[in-house]
């Protein structure tokens, strides 16, 4: 999907006078706001149904838009943006005074990233000035990867979507903070506590492991789940599951990465997702809603890999399933 110039401009327009735009990121599709008018920022929280208390991340065409929010700029903050931005990266920083408070929900630092999505970055680019920009989903649900599952969430309550076909990540950006006296990844995403360790050469500590969970409000309990009851169950479980099924209990649905052939069932319904990291975290939330829609009386996720590179995606399946994250 590619959006004219003429689309851009008049989604710059919109947001010129505090309307709400919707846009693909490389991540999941965010719900776009003015990030200097308060009554546009406080119309993403009314539709979204989001606790005041969630800060928002800015979003930036560059780098050099850090100054016009952060207090001051430290040199890990450099380090990262050179290394990931463009890309999935979120950085906190220590806020300047005039960062709203809407967007930061009251705390003294601010979440800022710049995305690499190409309509991200020439809405951004056109607009000028930063945007917040959380996913486009109503609170607590599932993160949409595609425009139409973002009209699905508001319908006509908003402005205007620009639609960027799927999104490449699938999953939403990695959160680091560099607001204390050492760096904190409070959201795993797909880039990794270990490759953003090595670009400032020491050991990042991660929120979501230690359970110092207070820092990133949006990390609770039960977040981006589906509205069907959704269970994670490991690969060796499933027969047993299986043969403890009453009719009341079906059709259900099991989603699987790995090759395992499981007994066949009546009214048990398989969905293969990929076994790589990587296309799995892009295939995940539009694998979610699609099943979603479906009237299943449950959804079964085999679980994942250890590995560290699907860390995310368990954090995510945790989520989705009702577990603490990590
Ligand atoms: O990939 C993403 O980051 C997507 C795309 C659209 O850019 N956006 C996104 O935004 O996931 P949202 O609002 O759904 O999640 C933002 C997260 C929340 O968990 C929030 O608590 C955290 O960022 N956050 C924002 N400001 C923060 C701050 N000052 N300190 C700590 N956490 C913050
Ligand atoms: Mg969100």
New binding site residues.
């Given amino acids: 999907m590619t959006e004219t110039p003429n689309n851009i401009a008049q989604a710059v327009q919109i947001l010129r006078n505090g309307g709400l735009v919707a846009?693909p990121?490389?991540?999941?599709?965010?719900?776009?706001a003015d990030a200097s008018n308060e009554l546009a920022v406080t119309k993403v929280f009314q539709i979204?149904g989001?606790p005041a208390d969630?800060?928002?991340?800015?979003?930036l065409a560059n780098p050099h838009q850090l100054t016009d929010w952060a207090l001051d700029v430290p040199e890990n903050a450099t380090k990262l943006a050179k290394a990931f931005w463009p890309g999935?990266l979120?950085i906190?920083?220590k806020?300047r005074p005039n960062v709203l408070a809407c967007?930061?929900?009251g705390?003294?630092?601010?979440?800022l990233?710049m995305?690499r999505h190409p309509i991200?970055i020439k809405l951004l680019e056109a607009f000028g000035k930063g945007l917040?920009?959380?996913?486009?989903?109503r609170f607590t649900r599932i993160?949409p990867t595609t425009a139409s599952a973002v009209r699905e969430e508001f319908g006509q309550a908003l402005d205007w979507v620009l639609d960027g076909g799927a999104c490449e990540?699938g999953?939403?950006?990695?959160?680091v903070?560099l607001?204390g006296k050492q760096p904190v990844i409070?959201?795993p995403?797909m880039i990794s506590a270990k490759q953003i360790s090595e670009v400032l050469g020491k050991p990042v500590a991660t929120a979501y492991e230690e359970k110092i969970t207070t820092?990133?409000?949006?990390?609770h309990h039960l977040?981006y789940a589906p509205v069907t009851n959704t269970h994670l169950i490991k690969s060796q479980d499933i027969p047993s599951m299986l043969s403890t099924l009453n009719e009341a209990d079906l059709p259900i649905v099991c989603a699987v990465y790995s090759n395992v052939t499981f007994p066949s069932h009546k009214n048990v319904h398989w969905v293969k997702l990929p076994a790589q990291a990587k296309t799995y975290a892009h295939e995940l939330y539009r694998t979610l809603r699609a099943l979603d829609q479906q009237h299943y009386k449950s959804i079964w996720i085999e679980a994942v890999p250890e590995d560290a590179e699907w860390e995310a995606i368990r954090d995510r399946l945790n989520k989705a399933t009702g577990k603490q994250s990590l």
């Fill in positions: 846009f990121t490389e991540t999941v599709y965010g719900l776009g979204k989001r969630h800060p928002l991340i800015v979003h999935p979120t906190v920083l806020k967007v930061t929900g705390q003294d630092t601010v979440a990233r995305p991200a917040v920009a959380p996913s486009a989903n993160s990540v999953l939403e950006s990695t959160i903070d607001s409070l959201r995403g820092r990133a409000p949006g990390m977040h």
